[in-house]
């Protein structure tokens, strides 16, 4: 079953990366790499620095504000769920935010605090903090009523209702909402690099493209995605850890 | 007919030879207009088992509920022991119709999520919940979770967790309807044993006729619209003639065509 589950993942990692090949060899577009070349391009980097020094930059930004998003939406997702006023006064905040056009909203950003790290910190916040809230207040609303009626008829205090059913009914959905928060995070640090100041990963990205590197430009992409898979992986991780009984079926490895 | 009745309209007093363990008090429940229950009266004797049986809709679990703790009576009151309570106390333990399982916690957690609640140390609260598990027999299950088990099995849980805690007073809100017929009779069987052998007071919501014939000493039955307890009847004298013969004692018979016949208008 283990076996059966990563020969899957091999086969349809061998079949995107081949059919990539082929498109770079047909060649869809003069932009477009060959994997084969990425891949070469990407280690090249890896050997002489170019990729440590980039994600040293570029992490700073994701990793404040993926751990921000993390503990103050979860926080105010909880809030927002158990209370109506909160929910009233929160809510929609968050449901603008994440409907907001942030590329277009990137320069207002600017002006108010800079081309720093703050701003980039909050473009990751923006980016992944809606999906946390929401996720997490709708799940926490929707704990089934007989869990908690089961907690008080046998004396659970509110705080332990809380903490020993609401909390652990709501993971699998507030993992849910984390996953998508934290990918929307990555795309999130690589905007901010892409629209305020290049930096990092976003500036290999922008430089590579400007002189026609192309398959350069590919392996930036392709190990940002590397390292967002992996971090989802360890989440899940985390999840089951936590959550031994989460893993009822939807769980893939 | 061989079989004692008290017959009266409304608010029926207990019979003088028991004493009550829970006494309903003129509770009267309303949600916004709708009535839900009005003004019922009723008394639970100690040691034994009273089903409030009725069609859908006439309150038998508001009713509960409200004893229990977890919901409020908009006028009336509820004695548990002779002492007034408005919210769940030690003192009662309720059995969910869905079982009501924390999905991520172990079987073993699971029942000793009680006493866990009532503080109870971690090796004292586990030797506990091993002793009621075995109990309802699911002794090697301890360490499984609720999904790996079977309707009825998940029940047995629920029922450990209830009995783990000693309250006088066991409330089950139609425990039995969500586990397969042969399942259900089996649990019929062992309830009977367990008020037989344990001191509860045990009530017991139904809407099944011949379950509340066969499992009660007392049958409250409620009817709709307004809600009120119609009758209330006292089976004699099959329940000691054994498990085995209940189902075809001419007494248990009559009972089942009789609660029927008043019941049959009310169910569209």
């Given at each position: 079953?283990?076996?059966?589950?990563?020969?899957?993942?091999?086969?349809?990692?061998?079949?995107?990366?081949?059919?990539?090949?082929?498109?770079?060899?047909?060649?869809?577009?003069?932009?477009?790499?060959?994997?084969?070349?990425?891949?070469?391009?990407?280690?090249?980097?890896?050997?002489?620095?170019?990729?440590l020094?980039a994600y040293a930059e570029t992490l700073k930004p994701l990793a404040i504000g993926v751990?921000?998003?993390?503990?103050?939406?979860?926080?105010?997702?909880?809030?927002?769920?158990?209370?109506?006023?909160?929910?009233?006064?929160?809510?929609?905040?968050?449901?603008?935010?994440?409907?907001?056009?942030?590329?277009?909203?990137?320069?207002?950003?600017?002006?108010?605090?800079?081309?720093?790290?703050?701003?980039?910190?909050?473009?990751v916040?923006?980016?992944?903090?809606?999906?946390?809230?929401?996720?997490?207040?709708?799940?926490?609303?929707?704990?089934?009523?007989?869990?908690?009626?089961?907690?008080?008829?046998?004396?659970?205090?509110?705080?332990?209702?809380?903490?020993?059913?609401?909390?652990?009914?709501?993971?699998?959905?507030?993992?849910?909402?984390?996953?998508?928060?934290?990918?929307?995070?990555f795309?999130?640090a690589?905007?901010?690099?892409?629209?305020?100041?290049?930096?990092g990963v976003?500036?290999?990205?922008?430089?590579?493209?400007?002189?026609?590197?192309?398959?350069?430009?590919?392996?930036?992409?392709?190990?940002i995605?590397?390292l967002?898979?992996?971090f989802?992986?360890?989440?899940?991780?985390?999840?089951?850890?936590?959550?031994?009984?989460?893993?009822?079926?939807?769980?893939?490895? | 007919?061989?079989?004692?009745?008290?017959?009266?309209?409304?608010?029926?007093?207990?019979?003088?030879?028991?004493?009550?363990?829970?006494?309903?008090?003129?509770?009267?429940?309303?949600?916004?207009?709708?009535?839900?229950?009005?003004?019922?009266?009723?008394?639970?004797?100690?040691?034994?088992?009273?089903?409030?049986?009725?069609?859908?809709?006439?309150?038998?679990?508001?009713?509960?509920?409200?004893?229990?703790?977890?919901?409020?009576?908009?006028?009336?009151?509820?004695?548990?022991?002779?002492?007034?309570?408005?919210?769940?106390?030690?003192?009662?333990?309720?059995?969910?119709?869905?079982?009501?399982?924390?999905?991520?916690?172990?079987?073993?957690?699971?029942?000793?999520?009680?006493?866990?609640?009532?503080?109870?140390?971690?090796?004292?609260?586990?030797?506990?919940?091993?002793?009621?598990?075995?109990?309802?027999?699911?002794?090697?299950?301890?360490?499984?979770?609720?999904?790996?088990?079977?309707?009825?099995?998940?029940?047995?849980?629920?029922?450990?967790?209830?009995?783990?805690?000693?309250?006088?007073?066991?409330?089950?809100?139609?425990?039995?309807?969500?586990?397969?017929?042969?399942?259900?009779?089996?649990?019929?069987?062992?309830?009977?044993?367990?008020?037989?052998?344990?001191?509860?007071?045990?009530?017991?919501?139904?809407?099944?006729?011949?379950?509340?014939?066969?499992?009660?000493?007392?049958?409250?039955?409620?009817?709709?619209?307004?809600?009120?307890?119609?009758?209330?009847?006292?089976?004699?004298?099959?329940?000691?003639?054994?498990?085995?013969?209940?189902?075809?004692?001419?007494?248990?018979?009559?009972?089942?065509?009789?609660?029927?016949?008043?019941?049959?208008?009310?169910?569209?």
């Amino acid at each position: 079953m283990q076996n059966r589950a990563l020969l899957l993942k091999l086969l349809s990692a061998v079949l995107l990366f081949g059919a990539w090949e082929i498109a770079g060899r047909v060649p869809v577009s003069f932009a477009f790499p060959t994997f084969l070349e990425s891949m070469a391009a990407l280690v090249r980097m890896t050997l002489d620095g170019t990729m440590l020094t980039a994600y040293a930059e570029t992490l700073k930004p994701l990793a404040i504000g993926v751990a921000i998003s993390a503990f103050l939406g979860i926080a105010i997702g909880l809030w927002v769920g158990l209370s109506k006023f909160f929910d009233w006064l929160f809510s929609p905040i968050f449901i603008v935010m994440q409907a907001a056009p942030l590329a277009a909203l990137i320069p207002l950003l600017v002006l108010a605090y800079g081309i720093g790290l703050t701003s980039k910190v909050l473009v990751v916040c923006i980016m992944a903090m809606p999906v946390i809230v929401l996720n997490t207040s709708g799940a926490v609303r929707n704990t089934p009523e007989s869990y908690k009626e089961m907690g008080r008829s046998f004396l659970a205090s509110d705080l332990s209702i809380l903490v020993r059913i609401i909390i652990p009914a709501a993971s699998p959905v507030i993992f849910a909402g984390l996953r998508l928060g934290i990918s929307a995070g990555f795309i999130g640090a690589i905007l901010s690099e892409l629209k305020i100041t290049p930096t990092g990963v976003g500036d290999i990205i922008t430089y590579s493209r400007s002189i026609a590197d192309y398959p350069s430009m590919y392996a930036a992409i392709f190990s940002i995605i590397l390292l967002a898979v992996l971090f989802l992986n360890l989440l899940e991780k985390i999840e089951l850890a936590l959550f031994k009984g989460n893993e009822r079926g939807y769980v893939s490895d | 007919m061989a079989m004692s009745q008290i017959k009266e309209e409304s608010a029926p007093a207990a019979s003088a030879e028991f004493e009550s363990a829970v006494s309903v008090k003129n509770i009267t429940k309303n949600y916004g207009d709708v009535e839900a229950l009005r003004d019922m009266s009723l008394e639970f004797p100690r040691g034994q088992l009273t089903s409030l049986l009725g069609p859908s809709g006439c309150g038998k679990t508001t009713l509960l509920k409200i004893i229990a703790g977890l919901l409020e009576p908009t006028s009336g009151t509820v004695e548990v022991g002779g002492k007034e309570v408005t919210d769940p106390g030690p003192d009662r333990a309720f059995v969910f119709q869905d079982f009501a399982l924390l999905p991520w916690a172990s079987v073993i957690r699971n029942v000793a999520f009680g006493l866990e609640m009532r503080g109870v140390a971690a090796s004292e609260r586990e030797a506990i919940a091993e002793k009621y598990i075995k109990d309802v027999g699911l002794a090697g299950f301890e360490n499984a979770y609720p999904h790996e088990l079977s309707g009825g099995m998940r029940q047995r849980v629920g029922l450990a967790r209830a009995l783990s805690v000693d309250a006088d007073v066991l409330l089950m809100d139609e425990p039995f309807s969500a586990v397969d017929e042969q399942t259900r009779r089996k649990f019929q069987e062992d309830l009977l044993a367990l008020v037989q052998n344990e001191n509860k007071t045990f009530l017991f919501v139904t809407h099944s006729i011949e379950e509340a014939v066969y499992v009660s000493d007392q049958i409250a039955i409620l009817l709709p619209r307004p809600s009120r307890v119609s009758e209330i009847i006292r089976p004699s004298s099959f329940r000691n003639k054994g498990v085995d013969n209940i189902r075809r004692d001419p007494e248990y018979l009559d009972i089942v065509d009789e609660i029927w016949a008043s019941l049959r208008s009310y169910v569209e």
